[in-house]
């Protein structure tokens, strides 16, 4: 090939990198619609605060099942829940001001839910299929998408309910609809290595994921109580210290923009000096920060908040890099598995937090959650030590594809 067609090959597919993620942010900008929706729905359908949990808890619930789904999706072809996901979530979260009653709003999370669930497992798949070698700056562009998308939603549902109403908002559907054809005739065409496991039964798939399991959710676990005391309980926190409302708001800005930044550097970063130097580097500074955060008063926060939110998303795409690169042949199903770990940790943490801080107040949960985030160094190691021991199993892989 030459040196000009190479290069625009590649060009062709970091065109795609930069799709699949404006498809993350489109998407996730309609799965953020249900918080800022809430105080329009509670009254309209009389829901209850239980009720009005239970449909966040709903839309996160499916994530269990993405090792599954990305085991179909390695089966069949892993762009498709990527070009489908768009369009459905975004129609359903459309009408979701239309729900009649609390049965049907009740189901149309739920929908929204597996198709979230069906798009986040294939989706990093995908990136890192077109990234090439730069697996991990094409995770942070994609990683990056979401966060802005999470962060432009709440604006968009407000503009449209109050430009067309409650019930108007149907309309935003067709912004899903476009983005998914638009990913349908971007990616019917590119080139992806499609991994051979139709002989490899999902038992089987997840047996060769197994050996990370434990690691795996012991880091995102000792994260997920970081995570959760810096974007759930954030403003709480900071309004609990005696500042302002305002400040308090402005913080939970400063960190997640912070991330933001974060989250598009780490991957690029990981991509130069390895992942392990980087998943070490965020593992060991995050709860260093924290204490500081807590020991802080003031104005000093925010350069720590800066940093934290710098440090810790940092995580993110470097461990979906990290795992592409470690399961090859089941890029998907690994995937599927660390998300469906993420949720249940990040689950139990925002609970736990929550039960620390009536007990014994956030001051003390947050030092508590900075000592269970050093644990994440540790799982570090114990995640990353052992290249040599899953290259048999790869080999094997292999030879059965061969054969």
């Known amino acids: ?179 998914s054809l638009f990913l349908l005739w971007r990616l019917r065409r590119t080139p992806l290595e499609r991994p051979r496991v139709d002989d490899l039964s999902f038992a089987r798939a997840f047996q060769d994921v197994r050996g990370i399991v434990i690691p795996l959710a012991g880091l995102t676990l000792s994260r997920a109580f970081i995570n959760s005391a810096l974007v759930t309980f954030l403003p709480t926190y900071v309004a609990s210290e005696g500042a302002s409302l305002w400040v308090a708001g402005a913080s939970l800005t400063v960190f997640q923009i912070a991330a933001m930044v974060g989250a598009l550097l780490a991957g690029g970063i990981s991509d130069r000096v390895g992942r392990r130097p980087v998943l070490f580097a965020s593992a060991a500074a995050t709860p260093a920060l924290l204490f500081l955060f807590v020991a802080a008063h003031g104005w000093w926060r925010f350069p720590i908040l800066v940093l934290l939110g710098l440090a810790n998303i940092a995580t993110l795409p470097v461990l979906m890099a990290f795992i592409q690169e470690r399961f090859p042949h089941i890029r998907a199903t690994a995937n599927g598995v660390y998300m469906a770990l ?61 054969g």
């Not at 625009?8 to 699949?20: H, P, T, Y």
């Not at 039960?355 to 114990?382: E, H, K, Q």
């Not at 290249?387 to 094997?396: I, K, L």
């Open 1 to 179: 090939m030459a040196v000009g067609e190479q290069g625009q090959r590649i060009r062709g597919l970091w065109a795609g990198v930069l799709q699949v993620a404006a498809g993350h942010l489109l998407h996730d900008t309609f799965t953020a619609f249900l918080a800022p929706l809430l105080p329009l729905l509670i009254p309209k359908l009389g829901l209850s605060l239980v009720i009005a949990g239970l449909l966040s808890t709903l839309i996160q619930l499916p994530s269990l099942f993405q090792p599954l789904l990305g085991y179909i999706s390695d089966r069949l072809d892993i762009r498709l829940f990527v070009v489908l996901a768009p369009a459905i979530s975004a129609t359903v979260m459309s009408f979701i001001g239309a729900a009649p009653n609390v049965g049907i709003l009740l189901m149309m999370v739920t929908i929204v839910g597996f198709s979230s669930a069906a798009f986040h497992a294939p989706a990093p798949a995908v990136v890192s299929n077109l990234a090439g070698r730069r697996i991990g700056l094409g995770l942070s562009f994609f990683q990056m998408g979401g966060e802005l998308g999470r962060a432009l939603g709440p604006m968009l549902i407000v503009a449209a309910v109050s430009w067309w109403g409650l019930e108007g908002t149907y309309r935003l559907a067709l912004l899903g609809w476009a983005v």
């Open 342 to 402: 993420t949720f249940v940790s990040a689950s139990a943490a925002v609970l736990a937090l929550g039960g620390m801080g009536d007990a014994w107040g956030l001051r003390t949960a947050y030092l508590i959650s900075a000592g269970l985030g050093v644990l994440a160094v540790p799982f570090v190691g114990w995640l990353t030590r052992t290249p040599a021991e899953v290259r048999p199993m790869v080999q094997a892989w292999e030879e059965r594809s061969r």
